[in-house]
């Protein structure tokens, strides 16, 4: 029956597409559990609704354009958090419901908008496009290639911002990058699992790595490889009895989360 299914291009696109995301997510995940920023994805992920609903009133690609609003968003939230007293909470909240009501202004606009509203929201993958499929590739390589290449650096302002500062890091232009590589990444699962559960696939990974690691190396590697599991097994269970994609992937990680912490509560 999977054999049967993997003959079709949309599915083909869809298990590609989140391979590619799920190595995304374990790596920037890792940084999100340590950092505590599940938040702050969650609050990028709902700020891209209005970039979509641009896409859609205008005609233009939504995927594009919600990147676009989601770095705006990223950039905008940390030189807020710079330049006022009000907590990063605070500021999310405020921003992120902004945005999106506005999403939903602007998509209310647009004839028969429901359909376009509830694939973005919980994520519908088997309708992923090939010029969906190369630019989430394309991003992704992109973002990997920063993280790789400062890996050290993002480990160390992570768990001690203090040591950062002393090394001599650039732990502001740093964060900013950081938070523009999450906001990218944010954006391009929404295809994948949606706006409302897209911060969940950040955090289930990494959660699950944090109680079967014993380093930080170990933290990471075991984040690559539950995200994985999750995504395909996920993904494939859905095909095969025709359920939705982002809710199922998302439920595959939470069982596996609970499986994980009986086995440690057993030992």
Same mark, same amino acid.
Do not use: C, H, W
């Given at each position: 029956m999977i054999f049967d299914l993997l003959q079709y291009s949309f599915v083909q696109r869809a298990l590609? %597409?989140?391979?590619?995301? =799920?190595?995304?997510? %374990? +790596?920037?995940?890792?940084?999100?559990?340590?950092r505590k920023m599940s938040f702050w994805s969650e609050g990028i992920a709902h700020a891209s609704l209005a970039g979509v609903a641009v896409a859609l009133i205008t005609g233009t690609q939504p995927l594009l354009v919600a990147l676009v609003v989601a770095v705006l968003f990223a950039i905008l939230m940390t030189q807020l958090e710079k330049r006022t007293n009000l907590s990063f909470d605070t500021l999310i909240g405020v921003l992120f419901t902004s945005f999106m009501a506005l999403?939903? +202004?602007i998509m209310n606009?647009?004839?028969?908008?429901? %359909?376009?509203?509830?694939?973005?929201?919980?994520?519908?993958?088997?309708?992923?496009?090939?010029?969906?499929?190369?630019?989430?590739?394309?991003?992704?390589?992109?973002v990997l290639a920063y993280v790789m290449k400062y890996n050290k650096t993002l480990t160390t302002?992570?768990?001690?911002k203090e040591v950062s500062q002393v090394q001599g890091i650039r732990s502001d232009l740093h964060e900013q990058l950081f938070a523009i590589a999450l906001a990218v990444a944010v954006v391009l699962g929404v295809k994948l699992v949606g706006?409302?559960?897209?911060? =969940?696939?950040l955090i289930i990974p990494p %959660?699950?790595?944090?109680?079967?690691?014993?380093s930080f190396y170990g933290f990471q590697m075991h984040a690559v490889m539950w995200s994985l599991l999750i995504v395909v097994v996920g993904l494939l269970i859905s095909l095969l009895y025709n359920q939705?994609?982002?809710p199922v992937i998302i439920l595959t990680g939470s069982a596996l989360f609970l499986l994980t912490v009986a086995r440690n509560h057993m030992k």
């Open positions: 590609l %597409a989140g391979v590619v995301l =799920a190595l995304l997510y %374990a +790596v920037l995940g890792v940084f999100v559990v340590v999403g939903l +202004v606009q647009v004839s028969g908008y429901q %359909a376009e509203l509830v694939s973005y929201l919980f994520g519908n993958i088997l309708t992923i496009s090939y010029v969906d499929l190369v630019i989430t590739i394309v991003m992704t390589l992109v302002l992570s768990l001690n706006i409302i559960l897209v911060s =969940a696939l %959660a699950i790595a944090k109680l079967t690691s014993r939705p994609s982002g």
